[in-house]
């Protein structure tokens, strides 16, 4: 007869027992929903559209085309030349002709109307990495940010996660098309001040993921003052800008520092990243931008960690340095997007769903307030959710999940996907409306 | 030194940018993080680097330039990698022959890896283990190099405050990767030539019960099997006792394996996955292991840090952080197809264990010319070699007194063992693996030339290094009766340490 004696269970760290790795909330089942039955065109026609994945795949083939026409340039040519020292290349301030190439992309974005120095870009991998890693540096755990609802879902895992910094909320709703007011900026920096919590900055996604909308010239700038009057940091999130239809109309917060004369500018951040624009999210191309020469020198040696394979690097520079196809593919892309857009929110509109106005992105932000009637709450919207998630077979992305106020709104992506299977998914949710009215 | 690998000097250049003020921004705006000393660039030793940096080495165009052998890299068989890239141009994204599938890589950004790399991956790290281990690819968390790597698994073992035992020596910057953004702390468990650097259970258990002590929440020990910078493997008995160790403590035990394929001599590797197979009761879900192609495959520049878990909540928790540094598509697809290519692996492997033998041996004999004798090793890319005959006196001061004069007069190099926060001075780490014959000799008749002055210098006081004072040394490397202390004159001698 003998004693069992229970081994004692090894503590892991608190942040790995934390579910602020976010992936245990509910709108995951949309996910699994789709694994289980993903939509095929041939092969699983009433399958699950994944309508919840922001990705680019409308210009696949222009990049494709480039290394057809280029493939000595981009990979290492038929000796393999270069090959050693590329696999031997771990500077974390990267190649230097990757960096100034994609400071000459990011000028191309905007125009021309802002300029970017190849010595300010610090590469990372990925934007996730990027907003981490600018987290670490900006604030201490306990301390926190700001960030304008609704916002990116990933948000969660990646400002907060591992830093142990807070997000505090501003929020916006749809009376002004969710813009950022300075009330709801001062009002969100009260509360954190009323939880004794220390505000070190701002963190805007320009343009806005999940609204799919550019940010105002003045809002930019009121946020600059509010940031400027409060001594925080501002980090701008423009991984979207080369994804806005018309060029005109984005503004970088590059361009306001600019047209300042960089007047405190050591207090922003930029992030930019090649996963939306080029399509290309398996690469893990993410950059920092800052006019802060202190945090240039410390984002580089966090770098470290999360650097981009040289061999991506040295793809990548040949690609954008060539400044012909870069412009091309820009207009292009930009073009495409709009259309798909267009498609999109027409086909939606003429069965009467509305969505916000949007120009950017790759997505639209679709309200379906009206189908709550009287259960507008977020239980309602889940509701909502689940049902087309289950019954028009289309898994899209639910405000809550995104910390919108108000229930009823839901992200709609529309370019991971061909133009006949964004039609596919226009038909189910026309037929679904008008299941609804009959009853 | 820290931050060996992926740093260059010119971080110390000023930032020029169009018409920028000058930074006025108050300071304590930035994170306590972002502002202390932990990422280690402001130690001394970075003046090896700057020299470096400032007249480097090259055969033909700067002959009398600094010749780097502080880095270790592994840059020997390079050869053989581009034959295989040339006769396989489907395994990159970017040729003809490779480009259909630029959008389905392009695209993958699930931190579960492609199965085919992770498939890779288990079969590489299983073929460097003699096929003595099986790795399950479903346990392969990517991360950003081992840089990443090591970080990663601290996240997911402790909190800030927390702390590791590490042995010393150890590698510089594991003070940057398990301590500057986790807040861990890292506790020495001292070890020295006395007994050839073993990792005794006396020592791991004065550090354990010193911090236990100091209230310092104990969560792990962390091994670097084959070590940096001793080039030794653990035996299969020390490994035993480490993991008793560590699971009778209810602590984790993470083995940084990152230079198991630079194994080039006899006793052959012994990993700790194959060690807990033969141990019953042994709690698995306390054994991580890092790998890396860095070091054993020579490509730091592509990122390839891999953690292996047994324990299911870290690979689950793991996954999630990978996030922040996955290996990107096009360089997972290409090592794919690169590691599930058996009959490249194991070429790869045998010759590349032949070549660093063979240049470990051309060196070692070098350095034996002139007496210089280093510790016997049997992996990694470099020689641990003892300079104790060479210092003034048996301290740290003058060990880096030595250094300074091997960077400035005899121009290369090398890595002072303080800076592996080695107990005892004398010891200095230098690579030879990341340059070609010809400078391996250039270096050796180098250092033949300084020893010679050296010989002859009569400094008052002082030890002498006499040429006829050689460290017994029989043929068998593993005949362990070495080191100076019965000899040193000085009773007080660090050299002599009780354990």
Not at chain 1, 188 to 193: R, S
Request: glycine content about 6%.
């Amino acid at each position: 007869m003998g004693i069992e004696i229970e081994q004692p269970c090894v503590q892991l760290s608190k942040v790995a027992v934390s579910e602020t790795h976010g992936e245990d909330s509910p709108y995951f089942a949309g996910w699994k929903a789709y694994d289980e039955n993903p939509y095929d065109e041939l092969t699983n026609p009433s399958g699950v559209i994944q309508m919840g994945l922001a990705e680019n795949q409308v210009s696949f083939d222009l990049l494709e085309k480039y290394l057809e026409e280029h493939s000595e340039a981009s990979t290492w040519g038929k000796g393999a030349p270069g090959f050693r020292e590329n696999a031997l290349f771990q500077d974390y301030h990267g190649l230097k002709s990757f960096r100034t190439a994609m400071a000459s992309f990011m000028e191309q974005i905007r125009g021309g109307r802002a300029k970017f120095d190849p010595e300010r870009v610090v590469l990372t991998a990925g934007a996730t990495a990027a907003n981490e890693l600018l987290t670490f540096i900006i604030a201490n755990p306990g301390e926190a940010l700001l960030v304008p609802t609704p916002y990116y879902p990933g948000f969660d895992r990646d400002l907060r996660w591992r830093t142990g910094v807070n997000i505090v909320p501003i929020h916006c709703d749809s009376s002004n098309n969710f813009q950022i007011t300075p009330e709801a900026l001062e009002a969100a920096y009260k509360e954190a001040e009323e939880k004794n919590t220390r505000v070190k900055g701002v963190l805007i996604t320009n343009p806005s993921n999940p609204l799919g909308a550019t940010i105002q010239r003045r809002v930019l700038e009121n946020i600059l003052d509010f940031v400027t009057r409060k001594n925080i940091h501002l980090v701008s999130d423009e991984i979207y800008s080369g994804s806005v239809f018309s060029s005109s109309e984005f503004v970088s917060v590059a361009e306001i520092l600019e047209s300042r004369g960089y007047k405190n500018s050591e207090r922003v951040h930029i992030v930019y990243s090649l996963s939306k624009d080029l399509g290309l999210p398996g690469f893990r191309v993410g950059t920092i931008y800052s006019y802060n020469d202190k945090v240039v020198t410390t984002a580089r040696r966090m770098s470290s960690f999360t650097l981009i394979s040289s061999q991506t690097q040295h793809l990548l520079a040949s690609m954008l340095s060539d400044k012909s196809f870069t412009e091309k593919y820009i207009k292009t892309n930009r073009e495409r997007l709009r259309k798909r857009y267009q498609m999109m929110v027409e086909g939606l509109k003429s069965v009467g769903i509305e969505c916000l106005k949007g120009n950017a992105g790759l997505f639209c932000w679709m309200n379906l307030s009206p189908l709550l009637e009287n259960k507008a709450t977020r239980e309602g919207e889940l509701e909502l959710w689940n049902a087309i998630l289950h019954e028009v077979k289309l898994n899209i992305s639910p405000g809550s999940s995104c910390h919108c106020s108000e229930p009823g709104w839901f992200r709609v992506c529309f370019a991971n996907m061909s133009e006949q299977t964004l039609d596919v998914a226009l038909d189910r949710i026309r037929s679904f409306m008008e299941r609804i009215r009959k009853y | 030194m820290c931050a060996p690998e992926a740093t260059n000097l010119s971080m110390h250049k000023q930032l020029p940018f169009c018409t920028l003020k000058k930074q006025s921004l108050n300071m304590e705006i930035l994170s306590k993080i972002a502002t202390n000393d932990k990422h280690g660039e402001n130690s001394p030793y970075f003046d090896g680097w700057k020299a470096y940096e400032r007249n480097p080495f090259h055969l033909t165009k700067n002959p009398q330039g600094v010749i780097q052998m502080g880095l270790a890299e592994n840059q020997l068989c390079f050869d053989l990698i581009e034959e295989w890239i040339r006769n396989n141009p489907k395994a990159s994204i970017c040729t003809p022959e490779g480009v259909h599938q630029f959008r389905d890589i392009a695209n993958f950004q699930d931190y579960h890896g492609l199965q085919d790399f992770r498939n890779g991956m288990a079969n590489f790290m299983s073929k460097v283990r003699g096929g003595r281990v099986r790795f399950d690819p479903d346990r392969i968390l990517m991360s950003g190099g081992a840089t990443g790597a090591n970080e990663l698994i601290m996240f997911c073992l402790a909190d800030p405050g927390d702390a590791f035992m590490v042995p010393t020596p150890y590698y510089p910057a594991f003070v940057r990767d398990l301590c500057w953004r986790t807040g861990v702390q890292l506790i020495p468990v001292h070890c020295d030539s006395s007994n050839n650097f073993k990792i005794t259970l006396p020592a791991l258990e004065e550090a354990y019960q010193k911090a236990k002590e100091e209230k310092i929440n104990v969560k792990g020990l962390i091994i670097t099997n084959p070590s940096n910078p001793l080039g030794t493997t653990l035996d299969k008995d020390t490994l035993k006792s480490l993991v008793s160790f560590t699971n009778q403590k209810n602590i984790h035990l993470v083995c940084d394996e990152i230079y198991a394929a630079t194994v080039f001599n006899t006793p052959s590797y012994v990993s700790v996955s194959e060690v807990i197979q033969e141990m019953e009761n042994c709690r698995k879900e306390l054994i991580h292991v890092i790998c890396s192609l860095s070091k054993d495959m020579g490509f730091p520049g592509f990122r390839v840090g891999i953690v292996y878990s047994f324990n299911d909540t870290v690979v689950n928790c793991g996954r999630k952080m990978s996030s922040f540094g996955l290996v990107s598509s096009q360089t997972q697809h290409m090592l794919a197809s690169m590691l599930l290519d058996e009959n490249f692996v194991t070429k790869f492997l045998e010759e590349s264990s032949r070549r660093l033998a063979e240049r470990h041996d051309k060196f070692v004999k070098g350095l034996e010319e002139v007496n210089i004798t280093r510790f016997p090793s049997n992996a990694g890319l470099f020689c641990w070699m003892n300079l104790k005959g060479l210092l003034e006196e048996q301290s740290f001061e003058s060990e880096l007194k030595l250094w300074r004069v091997i960077i400035h007069e005899v121009k290369i190099n090398v890595s002072p063992g303080s800076s592996f926060n080695c107990s005892e001075p004398g010891w200095f780490r230098v690579c030879f693996a990341n340059m070609d014959d010809e400078t391996v000799d250039v270096a050796l008749k180098r250092i033949r030339a300084f020893v010679g002055k050296e010989g002859t210098k009569k400094p008052l006081g002082f030890k002498r290094w006499r040429p006829n004072l050689r460290l017994s040394f029989s043929s068998s490397k593993f005949d362990h009766e070495t080191v100076l202390s019965p000899h040193s004159p000085i009773p007080t001698s660090p050299l002599v340490r009780a354990t």
